[in-house]
């Protein structure tokens, strides 16, 4: 059904007429309604030079909304077209629309303007492409697509690595919707809310039910190819879409926010990452003031603070301009009531925005968890007052890596682009639109074999000779002197340069597979001539054992690969590993496209600067690094390994580091590993101002480790600030203890941080009081939750070393042979012991049929053990055993080790008990003043246990004592069960699965 809005001929007579600039004229203003769909019609008669049509709403304040100016690439004016059409749907608050036509030269001549309300058939303008092919009305913002025709309808095929998105429409919070029988299932359905700002985006699951987010105000859906390597998802073709509402008489609550008194203006053709910049904008304003910002593609004429995003508004800046080229950096400056934002490139604006907020509010993006986006006071208004400033980054690639196993990598780039990092995005499972966003650079590439040669090519002997076999192995290298192998990865890089029609891709790497085993033909054991007429000589066949030999072959097949590249693209920077082997810097000059990364693994200690090192081994990655520089004339970068589970204060390594870098020309700065973060608690908790300041510090690593970590324990814990200053103090000041002589590289085990840095120093109690009282103080929601979460995972890594505690109670001197004494209570008891598995299999973590529990307590001389060992069946009718005779039936075990010495019980229910020292049978081998008293009592027996700590070489003063309890019933027959209290057995010797005494 279609509504006919007359023409007004008065208005047409504006042809002409109404020149906006020397290029663009105003043809038609037409009257429309709000919220509601128009076909517009008209002629137009091309001038022979290229030319545009425009089409911008006017409100009811006479401002143009940014959402409402369409000026879209496909919308071309050509020769050989003369009836034009476009879909469109209206924005709130609009009354006019006005076309334009744009050009070079003489201007189209525009006729039969005809614009009609129309009803689309389902909520999506065009959803159905029944315009035609080349009428992208509906579908702005494509990428690497085309029309074709299926079953003589209209379609649009979305090529390798292109993507579609529709134009936004209006739904309602909260409400259900069903997608069309036959629609086209997109790979995300996008929510926004009311000032577009994107709520927390998920990969669509397909179903064709959706409920909407409670504040979701319009939804876009993103179409995008998947994996390259399957050529069923290489490409998407979509014959429509379609989507309505379940309840067609649900209606939006309007929530009527007062307007802040500004504006944001972008250009209506802007980049959509400088339009994310906007929306930033727009809603971190809301989110502190309560008050909505207005998004304008013009200024208005009000007399009122205009943030003006993007070079095109910031002319006068052209110094700026000029030194920010080259960088994704970005300027701030103010003239007047006018604040401008900008850089030379679409992320610099980006960039600048956050940093516009974080230098004029509290604001801060803490980590990449969806209930902890941000934290921030709210504020009536924010006084602008840091608006001059310019920063150009120290590195081009700023990149975090998170896991592959990440559940929402969209999230993790959010976090890492508000805080200035520009990580790669991997082509390969299409284009990441979303992560490219939020200001991830375009890169693809990988493992030599894994992404440049694959395992299919026919000639074998480009795979690598390996103990006398050709592999072919994704993880292993290539045959380096193999002539074919440069120009198969070369080929395969030049497909990756070309895989994104109409972007650039900016990060290429090519580097070594995951493996120190490399070719040992007899070409690639050839003795290498080098540039001084001097031969390097193998000194093996192992990388491990000559990795000079083997890096420089290395960097030989990459110069070669290099080569052939740069002879199509002069300005090519090829990527790759200095690692492993390869880490060490070869005897070749690397050819100057080459950007390798230096990656200090695995025996650098993460507690010293890599030009720091206080060990031999670590002293190598120094000397390493120092070589990089000052022999090799090329760009490089740094590999860091700063995410150690665990407490820690690696800023303070990386900072250092990359200052290094930066002094040594360094291009490239990676940290890798950074933990997913989730629902559930992760090493965020533990160490997110690392994470954060780590990521400060690859935009410049001149700032001070120890004040970014300041500043984000003021802005993230507020109220509780001063308490957790004081926690992580604690945490600081041993970490740097240099008397600690503890290594740390990026495997070690929390568990064994939290030992050698929290407890060992002896300042857990201290530590973990400092949580506790933060906790108390702390009053905004979030800032409370974060502290709760720092406690529960320090509480996690104390119980995760298995310590057992053991009260101090007076009483027991007299009162430990009394089964029924009400002391006892005050004992720490273990139980729930698990199976072991004798002859058969068990599951893990198999319960016990038989109960046993240990009670242990302590006075200043003695420990003491309550043992009670329950029955499920008859009790056994072994004889007595005398006390110093090993049980012959059910039995329970002790195994104790203080000092360097180890002690065993085995105490039975015939009241047998056995002792040892060190494993010594000798009777004369331990003399001991130990005492036992046996008791019985209705299905169970019972065992009292009294052990000097003299005898057990034990100082009262300083405990060292880890124990191990088993039980063992029917250990003749076929219904043998053992148990243990961690379910594994208890001769096992290493240290992670001893159980610590803990006396308080």
């Not at 579908?139 to 993507?163: C, M, P, Q």
């Not at 504006?263 to 502190?288: G, M, N």
């Not at 999230?411 to 979303?434: A, C, E, T, V």
Request: proline share 6%.
């Amino acid at each position: 059904m279609r509504k006919r809005i007359p023409f007004l001929a008065a208005l047409f007579g504006c042809l002409l007429a109404n020149m906006v600039a020397a290029d663009e004229t105003i043809v038609a203003s037409l009257a429309v309604e709000p919220n509601t769909c128009y076909r517009l019609q008209f002629d137009a008669e091309a001038g022979g030079e290229s030319a545009t049509w425009l089409l911008d709403t006017i409100d009811e304040h006479g401002d143009v909304p940014h959402a409402g100016s369409h000026h879209d690439a496909w919308q071309q004016i050509t020769p050989e077209q003369s009836r034009y059409v476009h879909v469109f749907r209206s924005v709130p608050n609009a009354t006019t629309v006005n076309l334009a036509v744009r050009g070079e030269g003489k201007l189209p001549r525009v006729s039969d303007v005809q614009l009609q309300a129309v009803t689309v058939e389902s909520l999506f303008v065009n959803g159905d492409f029944s315009e035609g092919a080349g009428n992208y009305s509906g579908w702005s913002e494509t990428l690497n697509t085309r029309f074709v025709e299926v079953d003589g309808k209209t379609a649009l095929k979305i090529e390798h690595n292109g993507y579609a998105l529709t134009d936004r429409i209006p739904v309602v919070g909260g409400a259900d919707y069903r997608f069309d029988a036959g629609a086209a299932m997109p790979n995300y359905v996008l929510a926004y809310d009311s000032d577009m700002h994107l709520l927390t985006p998920a990969p669509y699951n397909r179903h064709r039910e959706l409920k909407t987010p409670e504040q979701a105000a319009y939804l876009r859906l993103l179409y995008q190819t998947s994996f390259d390597h399957i050529p069923a998802y290489r490409t998407k073709t979509m014959t429509g879409v379609g989507l309505r509402p379940v309840d067609a008489d649900a209606v939006a609550d309007e929530t009527d926010l007062p307007l802040y008194p500004g504006e944001v203006v972008l250009d209506s053709r802007a980049d959509p990452r400088e339009l994310r910049a906007a929306h930033e904008l727009c809603h971190w304003i809301r989110e502190i003031t309560g008050k909505r910002l207005v998004l304008l593609a013009q200024p208005s004429q009000r007399d009122n603070t205009k943030f003006l995003l993007g070079a095109k508004w910031a002319q006068e800046y052209q110094n700026d301009i000029d030194y920010l080229a080259g960088s994704d950096g970005y300027a701030i400056r103010r003239s007047g009531n006018r604040i401008h934002v900008f850089g030379s490139h679409p992320r610099g604006t980006l960039f600048g925005v956050h940093a516009l907020l974080e230098k004029n509010t509290d604001i801060i993006w803490p980590r990449p968890h969806p209930d902890f986006v941000a934290v921030y006071s709210h504020v009536p208004e924010i006084e602008f007052s840091q608006t001059d400033l310019i920063s150009r980054p120290a590195f081009k690639v700023r990149q975090i890596s998170f896991p592959g196993g990440d559940r929402n990598p969209v999230i993790s780039h959010d976090w890492i682009g508000r805080n200035g990092g520009n990580s790669p995005m991997k082509l390969g499972k299409g284009f990441q639109y979303l992560n490219w966003l939020s200001g991830a650079t375009i890169g693809a590439g990988g493992g030599y074999i894994w992404s440049f040669m694959g395992l299919k090519q026919e000639d074998e002997t480009l795979y690598p000779l390996v103990n006398g076999n050709r592999l072919r192995n994704m993880w292993r290298q290539p045959c380096y002197t193999h002539s074919d192998v440069p120009k198969v990865m070369a080929d395969a890089a030049r497909e990756m340069l070309e895989s994104v029609p109409g972007r650039k891709l900016e990060f290429l790497i090519s580097r070594v597979g995951d493996n120190w085993e490399v070719c040992s033909c007899s070409e690639c054991m050839q003795p290498i001539r080098l540039a001084d007429g001097s031969e390097l000589a193998p000194k093996a066949t192992s990388s491990i054992k000559d990795p000079l030999f083997f890096s420089t072959r290395n960097y030989m097949m990459l110069n070669r690969m290099a080569e052939e590249l740069v002879k199509d693209y002069p300005d090519l920077e090829l990527h790759t590993h200095a690692y492993i082997f390869a880490a060490e810097p070869p005897k070749v000059k690397l050819h100057p496209a080459i950007v390798p990364h230096f990656a200090a693994y695995p025996t650098k200690n993460e507690r010293y600067p890599i030009l720091e090192q206080p060990s031999r081994p670590g002293a190598v990655w120094g000397r390493r690094m120092r070589q990089w520089s000052e022999e090799q004339e090329v760009r490089f970068g740094f590999f860091g390994y700063y995410y150690t589970a665990g407490f820690n204060a690696l800023a303070d390594t990386a900072g250092p580091d990359y200052k290094a870098l930066a002094e040594m020309g360094g291009i490239h700065a990676h940290c890798e590993g950074f933990a997913v973060d989730s629902t559930d608690t992760s090493n965020w908790d533990v160490d997110g101002c690392e994470k954060w300041a780590i990521a400060k510090l690859q935009w410049d690593p001149t700032l001070d480790p120890a004040a970014l970590r300041d500043e984000y324990i003021t802005r993230t814990y507020r109220e509780a600030s001063e308490l957790m200053r004081q926690f992580y103090q604690i945490i600081n000041d041993s970490w740097h203890d240099s008397s600690n002589p503890t290594t740390v590289n990026c495997h070690t085990p929390a568990a064994e941080l939290f030992q050698k840095f929290i407890v060992d120093p002896g300042v857990e109690k201290r530590a973990r009081a400092a949580l506790l009282e933060a906790r108390t103080l702390a009053t905004d929601s979030k800032t409370q939750k974060l502290v709760e979460r720092v406690l529960e995972k320090f509480d996690h890594y104390a119980a995760g070393l298995n310590r057992l505690p053991v009260p101090l109670v007076p009483e027991s001197t007299e009162q430990w042979n009394q089964y029924d004494s009400q002391h006892w209570y005050k004992a720490h008891e273990i139980s729930g012991f698990k199976r072991i598995a004798n002859a058969e299999p068990l599951a893990e973590d198999t319960p016990a049929q038989y109960a046993t529990t240990v009670a242990m307590m302590r006075d200043k001389d003695h420990l003491y053990f309550k043992i009670d060992a329950f029955a499920n069946d008859d009790p056994a009718t072994v004889a007595s055993q005398p006390l110093n005779a090993f049980p012959q039936g059910d039995r329970v075990e002790i195994v104790l080790r203080s000092g360097a010495d180890t002690y065993y019980w085995a105490v039975g229910e015939d009241c047998g008990t056995y002792l040892l020292k060190n494993w010594n049978t000798a009777e004369s081998a331990w003399n001991n003043e130990v005492r036992t008293q046996h008791d019985r009592g209705e299905g169970r027996w019972s065992v009292l246990l009294a052990v000097p700590l003299k005898d057990i070489g034990a100082d009262r003063d300083s405990i060292d004592i880890d124990g191990k309890f088993s039980r063992v019933v029917h250990p003749q027959s076929a219904k043998r069960e053992e148990s243990t209290y961690d379910g594994r057995g208890i001769f096992t010797e290493h240290k992670l699965l001893r159980s610590p005494f803990q006396f308080d």
